[in-house]
């Protein structure tokens, strides 16, 4: 190929480039959906029971977190014969934040009970706790190996970073699932869930930014840092945009670009932001695909949007 002919091929692909850059940003601006970001077709119940799968993983975390045992010692039915989580223990916790741990366990087996009792229940799927689970999630959060790997079980700051990785998840899962709904009663149920789950993500992040500036041992960074760089990779994960804000943002992001602190995560109307099943198995995964299973979920989520997105 001549020197021109190089130049000119150059040329061509530097403006394709410049046009599917183009393109995006025509999309983005015009509210066009990409393909990975549209709702998914299904039922309410299918809808409903999706949403099972965050509610194990929460019910469990919180009670071996606040008292050492999971659902299996405290309402064993409910699990349909799943089976047990691994990696689970009880945290080193202040009691005030144990109380609020606690309390918080306690609600998630009145939300699998309310859904089981609503629309059926799912087998409870195998949930990984451990320390590595969560390790491998602030690594790659934090762009780096964390030394000593981060335990979410060593102490109260350590835990309240854990349970910021997983109820807004669930928070913005119930947001998304709502206008998809079709019976009233189903709205009415989720719309009840919904209030508790961001009540329960507004208390984490509340305890949180009381912390921001406290210096997360032994790593040299901040609450808010870790925070900030939890939803940066929620985000990547997700691929579906900004839908996640830390706890310190620009101003530009910071309710009606007037503040930096953000206690409760919004848009720029400050209305919830709202992900799609696909978008939440890519992230509670670890993967950034709702086919490939990871991260909590070693073998996948129950239910038949979580098996039928796995296949």
Not at 139 to 156: E, G, H, I, Q, V
Not at 232 to 246: F, I, P, S, T, Y
């Amino acid at each position: 190929m001549s020197a021109a002919q190089t130049k000119m091929a150059t040329r061509s692909c530097l403006s394709a480039f410049l046009l599917l850059l183009v393109a995006l940003e025509f999309n983005i601006v015009m509210g066009v959906t990409l393909p990975q970001c549209r709702p998914i077709v299904a039922t309410d119940t299918d809808l409903i029971q999706f949403a099972l799968n965050l509610e194990f993983l929460e019910a469990e975390f919180f009670l071996f977190g606040a008292l050492g045992r999971g659902l299996d010692d405290f309402a064993p039915s409910l699990a349909q014969g799943g089976p047990p989580p691994v990696g689970g223990r009880i945290a080193d916790l202040d009691p005030l934040i144990r109380r609020i741990i606690q309390e918080f366990g306690y609600q998630e087996i009145g939300h699998i009970r309310a859904i089981t009792q609503s629309v059926g229940g799912i087998p409870r799927p195998q949930l990984n706790l451990s320390d590595e689970s969560f390790a491998a999630i602030m690594n790659r959060a934090m762009n780096t190996t964390l030394n000593p790997p981060f335990n979410p079980y060593a102490n109260s700051i350590n835990y309240l970073l854990a349970s910021y990785v997983i109820p807004y998840v669930g928070l913005v899962g119930y947001v998304g699932t709502i206008p998809d709904l079709t019976r009233r009663t189903s709205r009415s149920l989720v719309a009840s869930l919904l209030g508790v789950e961001a009540g329960q993500d507004a208390v984490i992040r509340g305890l949180l930014y009381e912390r921001a500036n406290e210096t997360v041992r032994p790593y040299g960074m901040t609450v808010a840092d870790f925070t900030n760089r939890i939803s940066e990779l929620r985000n990547r994960l997700g691929m579906c945009g900004v839908k996640d804000e830390g706890l310190i943002v620009p101003v530009q992001l910071g309710a009606e670009n007037r503040t930096t602190s953000n206690i409760l995560s919004a848009d720029a109307n400050s209305l919830s932001y709202s992900r799609t099943p696909p978008e939440i198995l890519r992230i509670i995964y670890g993967t950034g695909s709702e086919r490939s299973p990871g991260g909590f979920f070693p073998n996948g989520g129950s239910g038949k949007i979580a098996m039928r997105l796995l296949r």
